[in-house]
């Protein structure tokens, strides 16, 4: 155990100490280099939105005549963001920035999430390492947003989450002050889930702390304690979204319809979400909650925190449901520019950090009720939301329903740990998932075997190490085995195969700096592929409001009108391009500048052949 005045782990004789946070920050690094690396592809994502303005900011000349790269030049969502990246990126090769970049975010909310775990289980290190595992490997609901919380490329949000975790570690520290610093620096790279977690998160400690004077308890806090940390998120507020107020709009109803509707349901409109989506929450979150109901058993800190907690999931349940009503039912911009289906990432978070926790405790600390097997069962449950909540209620019904049960034996938790085992297999949970979860729960297991000595701490991070280093083999030297062939990790930002990267090469080699393009609407790589502007894509989606009229007038020129929402009306688009005439791509032409198209080839049109490749065209217009 920690020593209690030194804050050392003692280790084996022989081997001398460690400072208590360093064998969580090793192990942290060493599973995030390698949770990163399965999968790495710094040109996936958001890449057709992102590159063009890191460009732009390291090359002032960059695509001086593209449409949607001109925007950087107003201030906007990801402003910030692409001059922090280019300001190292200045100082090292941007392959290099984004990598690390990752990384280091992959880090700081695993080691965030194993602090988390140690401030409410104490009594088990097996809990930290596992709370750390977990949240760089494992997936919890869709729900409008993504289902994981680690990274394998760069966004803004994915540099704004450490600090909002480390926001909501200060607050549950009683640290207002400086938590709401943290939220401010997190609004830095993504105003909007900076800014709003920030308001959340610490408007909770206010409404708990009305809570406790109205019932006559202690407050957790003083009101004058949490004053200055309302000032100082005033201010990170007023100094982000003034520069918008400076910008022209557009009216509402256009706005909600352009950016919901057209562009963005799968964040937006909860009734296009689709019932698989609802259904896996309901299990997941089923589960959650009984493992909760459990925990809170375990650890007198949850319990202390309880009300606090509670009412994050109520309020964000709520802010879901005003993101239902005041989008679909009864429109409104500030409902829609809040996004609200962003918010239960701390949701997803926390039950990561909670689910392992738990399972980290009963294998560390088993109880009658709860043995060394069933928290080992818990513990691989988590691998898919359907096993984790069959655990989960395994649990509850033994403390809840059966509370003098003593049918406890070891062929009963064998039998749980055989059964979740078909659920998982049943599930079909993804490689990287299964796979890289267990690999870091047996390095997990290693040094709790080794009772946390430096041996054991050594071993545990050579197996996630030498993961890492053959993935590095299969990226650069050995030829990857089929079902790991789309997670090897990709370095080279540009696409080295594939028709449109020998368009793009060739029109990069022979045609114009200046020249303009059209493309086909799904195309969007076109712009840091070629180097080469192009009139519009559907990927690359600017957000000031002139500029979304701007986007949406050339998407429907250029493609048509499509009855379909989101990236569901992307085939229809694409259908235009197949049969466009010379008249059109004329008439376009002399709309919006371009010489050049870039067609599939078995487009109608016949205009002169610039190019070509075995799926597409190059064609020059007069």
């Known amino acids: 155990m920690t020593d209690s005045k030194t804050g050392v782990i003692p280790t084996k004789k022989g081997t001398g100490s460690l400072p208590g946070w360093l064998p969580l920050l090793l192990f942290c690094v060493a599973a995030a280099l390698f949770a990163t690396l399965w999968g790495y592809n710094y040109s996936a994502g958001n890449a057709e939105e992102q590159l063009p303005f890191i460009f732009r900011a390291l090359d002032p000349n960059f695509l001086t005549n593209d449409f949607f790269t001109n925007t950087f030049n107003q201030y906007g969502p990801r402003t910030i963001f692409t001059e922090f990246v280019a300001f190292i990126a200045g100082t090292i090769p941007l392959t290099t920035t984004l990598f690390i970049l990752t990384l280091a975010a992959n880090i700081a909310i695993a080691y965030l999430s194993g602090l988390v775990a140690k401030y409410f289980f104490p009594n088990s290190r097996f809990s930290h390492f596992l709370a750390a595992a977990g949240v760089l490997t494992l997936k919890t609901f869709w729900l409008g947003y993504s289902n994981v919380l680690y990274r394998n490329y760069l966004e803004p949000e994915h540099l704004a989450m450490p600090f909002i975790l480390l926001g909501f570690y200060l607050i549950l520290k009683r640290k207002p002050l400086i938590s709401s610093i943290c939220f401010g620096i997190a609004a830095l790279f993504h105003a909007l889930v900076g800014l709003e977690f920030g308001w959340i998160l610490l408007g909770l400690t206010l409404l708990e702390w009305f809570i406790q004077i109205i019932r006559k308890e202690t407050p957790a806090l003083s009101l004058k304690s949490m004053i200055p940390a309302f000032l100082v998120m005033a201010a990170f507020s007023v100094g982000l979204l003034y520069p918008y ?359 109608q049109t016949n205009l002169p052949l610039v190019y070509r490749t075995k799926t597409l065209r190059l064609v020059s217009l007069p």
């Open 245 to 603: 107020t400076l910008q022209p709009s557009i009216p509402d109803s256009e706005f909600i319809r352009l950016v919901a509707y057209v562009r963005h349901p799968h964040h937006y409109l909860p009734s296009t979400f689709g019932i698989t989506q609802y259904a896996q929450a309901g299990v997941y979150l089923l589960g959650f909650v009984l493992a909760f109901w459990l925990a809170l058993k375990r650890s007198d800190r949850l319990a202390n925190h309880k009300r606090y907690l509670l009412l994050i999931g109520g309020t964000i349940a709520l802010l879901c449901l005003g993101g239902y009503l005041f989008v679909e039912v009864w429109p409104s911009r500030l409902w829609t520019s809040a996004q609200m289906f962003r918010l239960p990432f701390i949701i997803k978070w926390f039950s990561i950090v909670l689910l392992a926790s738990l399972a980290g405790e009963i294998i560390e600390n088993p109880s009658d009720k709860q043995s060394r097997l069933f928290g080992i069962t818990a513990a691989i449950s988590l691998v898919t939301p359907a096993s984790m909540a069959f655990v989960a209620s395994i649990g509850w019904f033994r403390e809840v329903l059966f509370p003098r049960w003593k049918l406890t034996t070891k062929l009963i938790d064998l039998s749980i740990f055989l059964a979740s085992l078909a659920v998982i297999i049943l599930y079909k949970p993804e490689l990287r998932t299964w796979a890289c979860y267990l690999i870091l729960f047996a390095a997990t297991g290693v040094v709790y075997l080794l009772k946390w000595s430096s041996r054991g701490l050594l071993l545990s991070a050579l197996l996630p190490l030498a993961g890492s280093g053959l993935l590095l083999l299969f990226a650069t030297l050995l030829t990857p085995p089929t079902f790991l062939k789309y997670d090897v990790p990709t370095f080279q930002l540009y696409k080295t195969t594939g028709d449109l990267a020998d368009m793009a090469e060739y029109i990069r080699n022979n045609t114009p700096e200046d020249a303009i393009f059209y493309i086909p609407p799904r195309f969007g790589e076109f712009r840091y592929l070629a180097r080469r502007a192009v009139v519009v894509d559907f990927s690359a989606y600017p957000f000031q409001d002139l500029a979304m009229r701007e986007w949406f007038l050339r998407i429907a020129a250029c493609y048509g009108i499509s009855d379909k929402l989101g990236f569901d009306s992307l085939p229809q688009l694409n259908e235009t391009v197949y049969h466009i005439t010379n008249e059109e791509l004329i008439a376009l032409s002399e709309i919006y500048g371009f010489k050049y198209a870039v067609v599939y080839d078995s487009s």
